[in-house]
Every structure is written in C-alpha cells, then in structure tokens.
C-alpha cells in the first residue's frame, strides 16, 4: 500500500513538471506555426495594417531536371510604420494541398535563378519590412522569393505570409505560376 502511494505522488509529480516545464515550448510552438490562413486574391489583401499583393508568379522547368520545378513569386508590400510594428518579420511559405510546405532558397546560387525568372532580370531581395533609408514612412517594397518544388505539384499552390505578430494568423494567396520550358 505504502508502494503504491509513492508511485502515485511520483507520477502526479513528474507530471507536473512536465506541464510546467513544456508550457513554454508549447506555447512558443503555437505562436509560430501558421494555422489560422486568411483567405487572400493575388491581387491584394491587408493583414494588421500590411497590405500584400503577388506581382509575378511564374515556374521554370530544366530539361536537364524535368523532376523540378523553380517557382518564382514576386510580392509587393505597402508598408506603413504601424504595420512594421504590428508584424515585426515577414515570412513567406508554399503549400500544397497534402500540407507539405516549402521555405524560399536563400543561397546565393539563387541569386542568378531570380534575375533569369524575373520580368526584370533584377532580384529585389527577400521579403523584408524594414526602410532601406533613413525614412521609415509609408514605403512599397517588392520582395523576390524563389523555391524548388517537384515539377507535377504546381496545382493546387497556396503562398502564406506572416509575421512575428501576426501569428497563427497568415495571408493566403492561391498561386498558379506559369510554367516557362528551359533548354
């Protein structure tokens, strides 16, 4: 009986310590995924003062890699001192409709993949909400994201974009690119 006492108080011990010890990382856990998606046209939507829209959306396929896809998408962001507040970071994520989800390439081997797939040849850089100059006023900024996906996935595509403090909520564009064939 004395045993059986001791297992209890021991085990409603150690599970209070694991609630008190894993409180934070599970808070922090759902703090930063993207569960609650804000429906969004490419054309625009506004998120706690941000407001997004999807400029470029287009997919390069190498005959030498016919198995993948390049997929560059260009946003432009109205980005006012309240919404640099309010959203802290910008993150940008592609998903499919299985729940898989693809982060953009940030090498610098990306960098010439951009400028060929850009309209402009140029590569704006990531998505960033921050003033390239001294006045952080009202700015529109543009941001290139590239990523590498399996060539037969491009249907179906959703783009998120948060922030620090715009989560679990995120904006979620429906993306489909148009698919350039390279030599």
């Given at each position: 009986?004395?045993?059986?006492?001791?297992?209890?108080?021991?085990?409603?011990?150690?599970?209070?310590?694991?609630?008190?010890?894993?409180?934070?990382?599970?808070?922090?856990?759902?703090?930063?995924?993207?569960?609650?998606?804000?429906?969004?046209?490419?054309?625009g939507?506004?998120?706690?003062?941000?407001?997004?829209?999807?400029?470029?959306?287009?997919?390069?396929i190498?005959?030498q890699?016919?198995?993948?896809?390049?997929?560059?998408?260009?946003?432009?962001?109205?980005?006012?001192p309240?919404?640099?507040?309010?959203?802290?970071?910008?993150?940008?994520?592609?998903?499919?409709?299985?729940g898989?989800?693809?982060?953009?390439?940030?090498?610098a081997?990306?960098?010439?993949?951009i400028?060929?797939?850009?309209?402009?040849q140029?590569?704006?850089?990531?998505c960033?909400?921050?003033?390239?100059?001294?006045?952080?006023?009202?700015?529109?900024?543009?941001?290139?994201?590239?990523?590498?996906?399996?060539?037969?996935?491009?249907?179906?595509?959703?783009?998120?974009?948060?922030?620090?403090?715009t989560?679990?909520?995120a904006?979620s564009?429906?993306?489909?690119?148009?698919?350039?064939?390279?030599p």
């Amino acid at each position: 009986m004395k045993q059986k006492k001791w297992l209890v108080s021991a085990g409603v011990l150690f599970a209070a310590l694991v609630a008190i010890e894993g409180w934070p990382a599970l808070r922090d856990l759902s703090v930063n995924r993207e569960w609650r998606p804000v429906g969004a046209s490419p054309d625009g939507a506004t998120l706690d003062g941000l407001q997004v829209a999807i400029a470029t959306q287009v997919a390069a396929i190498a005959e030498q890699k016919p198995e993948r896809a390049a997929v560059l998408v260009r946003l432009t962001l109205q980005v006012t001192p309240g919404a640099r507040a309010a959203w802290q970071d910008c993150r940008v994520s592609l998903r499919n409709k299985a729940g898989e989800v693809w982060m953009p390439l940030t090498s610098a081997s990306s960098d010439g993949a951009i400028k060929a797939l850009s309209p402009d040849q140029k590569n704006v850089g990531p998505c960033r909400l921050f003033a390239r100059g001294e006045q952080a006023g009202i700015e529109t900024v543009q941001a290139d994201q590239l990523f590498l996906l399996p060539a037969n996935g491009l249907q179906g595509l959703q783009l998120h974009v948060s922030g620090q403090g715009t989560r679990p909520q995120a904006l979620s564009f429906p993306v489909a690119p148009t698919v350039r064939r390279l030599p």
